[in-house]
């Protein structure tokens, strides 16, 4: 089946600093979306990319769906102590249901 | 708008008793999928549905697992009877389109955070 690598695993930042983490597959995909985990909810959805070379904003994050439809790449700008917790990348190939990446820990230090 | 409803939200239980997680989804959405959260595998689909009817199954860990969604509004899924490894958190979500339509985005429920000892 469809395989997501997200990298990195874990990321330790300065607050005020930017953010990128990213997601490749093995396989074609036709949507990918980005969310957002935080302790002890369920993710919640930051931005949804349907279009190849599509970039798409949400305020401080930016969210690219890549030209070979293989990628994509969630950025956050100027990083603050809210914006803890767990990324994940998740996507659709063909008509199958979403599978995830296991996700990006993120850790703001004020 | 009130979004997909999971309960319980956390459970303790003993090996061996019946567990039982239910899910209220997003109304008008006929797409509802059970996923399953740990730390070394991250989040798994267990089953899906369309318009009541399980679609994929295929997901679920083994017969003691079970889904049913007797209507359009509710959701259960089953462990009997549980073991300690099936500790884990349990998200129910909902979808108005089918996976992989364009624009079709999945909601999440909170969770049920599910502890076997």
């Known amino acids: 089946g469809q395989q997501l690598n997200q990298s990195p695993q874990s990321m330790f930042i300065q607050e005020g600093e930017d953010v990128s983490m990213n997601c490749t597959s093995s396989?074609?995909?036709?949507?990918w979306l980005w969310y957002k985990q935080d302790p002890g909810e369920g993710p919640v959805l930051l931005i949804a990319?349907?279009?190849?070379?599509e970039l798409t904003s949400n305020g401080r994050l930016t969210a690219q769906f890549g030209i070979t439809r293989k990628d994509s790449f969630l950025n956050i700008s100027a990083s603050i102590p809210s914006d803890v917790g767990i990324y994940f990348c998740?996507?659709?190939?063909?008509?199958?249901?979403?599978?995830f990446g296991k996700g990006t820990r993120l850790s703001v230090i004020a | 708008d009130a979004g997909v409803i999971q309960s319980p939200r956390h459970e303790v239980t003993e090996m061996g008793q019946e567990v039982t997680l239910r899910c209220k989804p997003i109304?008008?959405?006929?797409?509802l999928f059970w996923y399953r959260q740990t730390m070394m595998r991250g989040l798994e689909l267990l089953i899906y549905?369309?318009?009541?009817?399980?679609?994929?199954d295929s997901g679920m860990p083994e017969d003691r697992f079970s889904a049913k969604m007797p209507n359009a509004s509710f959701s259960t899924l089953k462990i009997q009877p549980s073991e300690p490894r099936d500790s884990a958190v349990y998200f129910c979500?909902?979808?108005?389109?089918?996976?992989?339509?364009?624009?079709?985005?999945?909601?999440f429920g909170e969770g049920s955070w599910l502890t076997v000892v």
């Open positions: 979500a909902s979808s108005l389109r089918a996976p992989g339509q364009s624009g079709n985005t999945i909601y």
């Open positions: 396989s074609i995909f036709n949507t």
């Open positions: 990319l349907y279009k190849a070379g």
């Open positions: 998740a996507g659709h190939s063909g008509n199958t249901p979403l599978v």
């Open positions: 109304s008008g959405h006929d797409y």
């Open positions: 549905f369309n318009n009541n009817v399980p679609i994929d």
